[in-house]
């Protein structure tokens, strides 16, 4: 199984900016999905957001539209996450993960669905 590496976390103030990355060397990207989830303590693991890798279409969580940018460089094996106009809410252990089940097509963010995941990236948003 191949294993994905998180990176670019960290602790800002509110309003402010972090980019996430995640590696996946040596992941095969044809008919695959790459997702962003979230967990907060006590709560449970949520999507954020996540992408087609052959196509690129984009899906997100109300609570991150328009704040939230998922992309992806495939010839380099990277997806990244532009985080902007943090929120205290925000604040959590980030996760990438990977899936190549049809049924994404229709739900993108259903954490079930995903096989592979990385061991997270702290994201820390203070008032």
């Known amino acids: 199984q191949v294993q994905l590496v998180e990176s670019g976390g960290g602790s800002v103030q509110a309003g402010g900016s972090l980019r996430l990355s995640c590696a996946a060397p040596?992941?095969?990207?044809?008919?695959?999905?790459m997702g962003w989830f979230r967990q907060a303590p006590g709560k449970e693991r949520e999507g954020v957001a996540a992408i087609v890798t052959v196509g690129g279409r984009t899906s997100y969580a109300d609570s991150v539209k328009g704040r939230f940018t998922i992309s992806q460089d495939n010839a380099s094996n990277m997806v990244y996450l532009q985080m902007n106009s943090l929120k205290p809410d925000d604040t959590a252990m980030y996760y990438c993960?990977?899936?190549?089940?049809?049924?994404?097509?229709?739900?993108?963010?259903?954490?079930?669905?995903?096989?592979?995941w990385g061991q997270g990236t702290q994201v820390t948003v203070s008032s």
């Open positions: 040596g992941y095969t990207y044809n008919s695959a999905y």
């Open positions: 993960a990977a899936g190549r089940s049809a049924r994404l097509w229709i739900a993108p963010l259903n954490r079930a669905l995903y096989g592979n």
